[in-house]
Nanobody, 122 residues
Framework: QVQLVESGGGRVQAGGSLRLSCAAA????????AGWFRQTPGKEREFVAA????????NYADSVKGRFTISRDNAKNTVYLRMNSLKPEDTAVYYC???????????????WGQGTQVTVSS
């Protein structure tokens, strides 16, 4: 079992930055890949980024490449998502999850947090 808690969301103006954190509890967190997804009302959960268990490999959605950076600190059981140059279309609830690889489909992830709201105003 892995419990995930996201934090760091909020409201920011376009062009601004936020850093999301995902704190994990559970003995198997360190050997799982982790990902960030986002969701807006009426839409399917959308892949944002993923990081391997070691942190050495990453995968990003085309829409966030060059703006977002995913990282992890296994000593702290935490995964981060640094978001720069935010756009209004980045507005969503952001979720972290654990999985087995750098998958882009939300069905490939096992454990999920409750989400944190990010709102980007123009």
């Amino acid at each position: 079992q892995v419990q995930l808690v996201e934090s760091g969301g909020g409201r920011v103006q376009a062009g601004g930055s936020l850093r999301l954190s995902c704190a994990a509890a559970g003995r198997t967190f360190w050997n799982n890949a982790a990902g960030w997804f986002r969701q807006t009302p009426g839409k399917e959960r959308e892949f944002v980024a993923a990081v391997s268990w070691s942190g050495r490999s990453t995968n990003y959605a085309d829409s966030v490449k060059g703006r977002f950076t995913i990282s992890r600190d296994n000593a702290k059981n935490t995964v981060y998502l640094r978001m720069n140059s935010l756009k209004p279309e980045d507005t969503a609830v952001y979720y972290c999850a654990t999985g087995r690889g750098l998958e882009t489909k939300y069905t490939e992830y096992d454990y999920w947090g409750q989400g944190t709201q990010v709102t980007v105003s123009s």
